[in-house]
């Protein structure tokens, strides 16, 4: 894809994620949270806090973080992967009465097709922590099953990683392609079919080498926030949500200043 088309479609879909995001915003911000009843008072100390106002951010941060993580890899996934740069994405529809629904492809994400006709799989993930131990060997036994299956049908299979450098990923993505450091695990040797991908390389392979495609796709992000101009909205619904936190703690500060943390364990676990 060139780059103005990477620009205005990735911009596009930023748009429509941002609405998907303030709706999920308001129903976070409308309900109850979460507070681990143990670690608060760790996390008081260690910030230096004074109030729970001081902790205001901290608190509200990590409580719509986590969802805006996962919202953003599906958005990756799900949007922009298959709208932007035509890959077929692998949804239960497509798995449906055909090969993909088969076990060994349930960590195959997107089919690639190059130019030159030729198709490949993608196994999409995050980050360099996305994949543990466990998840390593699996994903090179099923590698290592599609390739004994389907001969010559794919020409390579992808692990992609589109934030952060290769270099810095974990040795359990060596480990998926079947190399052992160290420990010797149940694996098979995928070096010459099973390739991965990370940061500036991952968007230039998605995108038949384009090497600044990642830079097109934060041009694309950075339009679409500059068109959905949402920042007062958002800003006064977390300003709301972040009074209603500290009402609902500084209840439990006494008069002397101390806080009963005994009493938000209690009303928290029962």
Sequence with gaps: MDKPT????TAKWTIWWLAERKTKLREQLSGSMAI???????IYDLHNASSFSDLNDLIVGGHLMTGHSTGFGKLIDEK?????????????????NSPFGMPCFDEIDHIVKSPNGQKALLSLKASRWTIQLTMAVQLNHAFHEILDKFPGKFSEIAVGVFYGKKEDLTDKYDIAR?????????????????????????????????????????EGIK?????????????ALLDAFKKKIKATYDQYINADGEISWDSILKDING
Excluded: M
């Design 6 to 9: 990477v620009v205005s479609e």
């Design 36 to 42: 681990n009843p143990f670690l608060l008072p760790i």
């Design 80 to 96: 922009i992967l298959p709208n932007v740069f035509k890959t077929t994405k692998l949804d239960k529809d497509f798995r449906k």
């Design 178 to 218: 079947g190399i052992n450091r160290g420990a010797k695990h149940k694996v098979v040797d995928l070096t010459s079919k099973v390739h991965v991908y990370a940061g500036r390389e991952f968007w230039a392979w998605i995108n038949s080498g384009q090497a600044s495609t990642q830079e097109w796709v934060l």
């Design 223 to 235: 339009q679409g926030l500059a068109a959905d101009n949402s920042r007062e909205e958002c800003g």
